[in-house]
């Protein structure tokens, strides 16, 4: 069975997504909406974190109330793009560990090139999400849910911005198992593997290096 797509379906979530596909943006703006929206998919991808219960005082008496279980959570940026949405995670989950993943896609061949890989020690033993704005061609994403199955890491979801209907079927053969959490589903590819209508090269926007 294929993993699940969560497209966002909320009103916050498609205002802030049009202005970020807006190309009169600012650098500042784009990378302000990229950590909002990233802090409000962590949200929805965050629904099934395991609870637990703890005694805990109020003012008017005592009572038994939820807890997280304190299951160990890691996000995984990659690089560089990915990196504007570790902020809106980290605000959502502050106990993550961030490991990172650098990769880039080659320009010609569009395949991905490894460049950096740095991760908790334990991160077998965490939940894992990846982030990255774009899931194009999906190559990108699919090594790197391959480069954390072979630190063995079990339990891992992505998270994306926009994610084209070629991205999502790529991660949904290679890796059944992964979910996939994004604002929306765009329309397809062009010939230079952009995402249509999508909003550009994300890691320039988010940097300023155009
Ligand atoms: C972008 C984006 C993804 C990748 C998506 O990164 O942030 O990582 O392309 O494309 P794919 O699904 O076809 O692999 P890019 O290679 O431009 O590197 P950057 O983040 O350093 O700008
Ligand atoms: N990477 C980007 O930054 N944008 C796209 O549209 C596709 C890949």
Redesign the pocket.
């Known amino acids: 069975m294929n993993g699940k797509v969560h497209i966002m379906d909320h009103p916050l979530v498609a205002h802030k997504l049009t202005v970020l596909r807006d190309k009169e943006t600012s650098v500042k703006d784009f990378r302000e909406l990229v950590s909002e929206i990233g802090m409000l998919i962590t949200y929805e991808a965050t629904r099934d974190l395991p609870l637990t219960t703890r005694e805990v005082e109020t003012p008017i008496c005592k009572t038994t109330a939820p807890t997280l279980k304190g299951k160990k959570f890691a996000v995984v940026p990659?690089?560089?793009?990915?990196l504007g949405l570790v902020d809106g995670v980290l605000r959502m989950v502050p106990s993550a560990r961030v490991g990172h993943i650098g990769?880039?896609?080659d320009e010609t061949t569009?395949e991905?090139v490894k460049y950096f890989c740095k991760m908790p020690k334990d991160v077998a033993e965490r939940d894992v999400l990846i982030v990255?704005?774009?899931?194009?061609?999906?190559?990108?994403?699919s090594a790197a849910i391959g480069f954390m199955k072979e630190y063995g890491c079990t339990n891992i979801k992505l998270m994306v911005l926009l994610a084209a209907p070629e991205?999502i079927e790529l991660i949904q053969k290679n890796h059944p198992d992964v979910d996939i959490y994004c604002g929306a589903v765009d329309e397809k590819l062009n010939e230079a593997?952009y995402i249509v209508p999508g909003l550009g090269?994300?890691?320039?926007r988010i940097f300023g290096t155009k």
């Open positions: 990659i690089l560089r793009a990915g990769l880039y896609r569009l991905p990255d704005p774009m899931l194009a061609t999906g190559g990108s994403a991205g593997g090269d994300a890691g320039d």
